[in-house]
């Protein structure tokens, strides 16, 4: 119709736009975490590992990743390859981050370079890690069956000597089931002897079978 070409240009087809879609660039980089991650070190080292993704149209041949602990940097890793457009590898660091004091951590991987170049994308050139840290400590597993309440558990490890709580997990942590649940939990504990103590609120314990509606 007239309308749709008032100057008479004879254009037949319009490009289309959908205002859903990121328009990609030549050069960019996205990181992602890998699966390995963990919630708890018994360690001062922490090893790191990650996805790099090529989100650019053309191929990636380097890309410095900027490593920062608590936000202070402490490694640039320079990664080299061939990564073509929609891509990804798996990376992991060569050394372990050091860290020096116990509790609450948090890693932040940055692609700062691609191609030598900046990366101008900074949507998705950024992951970070939220950890725990132990130094000089041993891994414990605690494995726990729960019955059909299970919110109604709490539990707590404290010093045999000092009284002093540890670790605890608070009431309503974990969720109702009519099928119980199995839980595990990861402790740091250096050598030395703990009380473990186990509670339920409603006072009846983990014996969910004494009624009708629980079989576990």
């Not at 119709?1 to 990609?24: E, I, K, V, Y």
């Not at 004091?101 to 990366?119: F, K, Y």
């Not at 059909?148 to 009284?163: K, R």
């Not at 974990?174 to 250096?190: K, T």
């Amino acid at each position: 119709r007239d309308w749709l070409d008032p100057n008479n240009s004879g254009l037949s087809q319009l490009s289309s736009f959908c205002p859903n879609s990121a328009p990609q660039i030549p050069f960019d980089a996205g990181i992602s975490l890998s699966g390995s991650s963990k919630e708890v070190y018994c360690s001062s080292y922490v090893p790191v590992s990650f996805n790099l993704l090529n989100t650019g149209l053309n191929d990636l041949n380097e890309a410095l990743i900027d490593v920062y602990l608590d936000n202070s940097l402490v490694l640039q890793h320079s990664w080299l390859g061939s990564l073509g457009a929609g891509n990804n590898v798996a990376v992991s660091l060569p050394s372990s981050i050091y860290v020096s004091d116990s509790g609450l951590h948090e890693i932040i991987l940055t692609v700062s370079e691609i191609n030598n170049q900046p990366d101008t994308n900074i949507a998705n050139n950024s992951t970070s890690l939220s950890f725990s840290s132990y130094p000089n400590s041993s891994l414990i597993s605690i494995n726990l069956e729960l019955d059909c309440w299970g919110s109604e558990i709490s539990w707590e490890i404290a010093d045999d000597l000092t009284g002093n709580i540890l670790w605890s997990v608070p009431e309503n942590t974990y969720g109702d089931s009519n099928n119980g649940e199995l839980i595990n939990e990861s402790v740091c504990l250096s050598d030395g002897c703990y009380d473990f103590n186990i509670y339920d609120s409603y006072g009846d314990g983990m014996f969910g079978s004494q009624y009708n509606s629980c079989n576990v």
